[in-house]
Nanobody
Framework: EVQLQASGGGLVQAGGSLRLSCAAS????????IGWFRQAPGKEHEGVSC????????YYAGSVKGRFTISSDNAKNTVYLEMNSLQPEDTAVYYC?????????????WGQGTQVTVSS
């Protein structure tokens, strides 16, 4: 059974930091691209960051580039999203996804979300 378990959300003040984790199981981790998406109330679903596990290539949305860092611990089948300099506009439910191959498309598997709330 495929599982993606997102955790690490919470309430933080503007300028603060959080680290999200996405623990994966039930598939060959190295064959996948793992992505973080977010959805704020009343807003479109937004791709935040992506990591290609087999070569550690990373990609970021322009709105988070320079503030967020995605990484993976392949021994633990876990992807992290380090979020620094958080702003109120980063408030959203954050989801991780897994796609077979080298693109984070949000087509294959999804985890449950974790709420991130940034207060001003």
């Amino acid at each position: 059974e495929v599982q993606l378990q997102a955790s690490g959300g919470g309430l933080v003040q503007a300028g603060g930091s959080l680290r999200l984790s996405c623990a994966a199981s039930g598939f060959t981790f190295a064959d996948y691209a793992i992505g973080w998406f977010r959805q704020a109330p009343g807003k479109e679903h937004e791709g935040v960051s992506c990591i290609i596990i087999n070569d550690s290539s990373t990609y970021y949305a322009g709105s988070v580039k320079g503030r967020f860092t995605i990484s993976s611990d392949n021994a633990k089948n876990t992807v992290y999203l380090e979020m620094n300099s958080l702003q109120p506009e980063d408030t959203a439910v954050y989801y991780c996804s897994a796609d077979y191959g080298i693109y984070c498309r949000g087509y294959d598997y999804w985890g449950q979300g974790t709420q991130v709330t940034v207060s001003s």
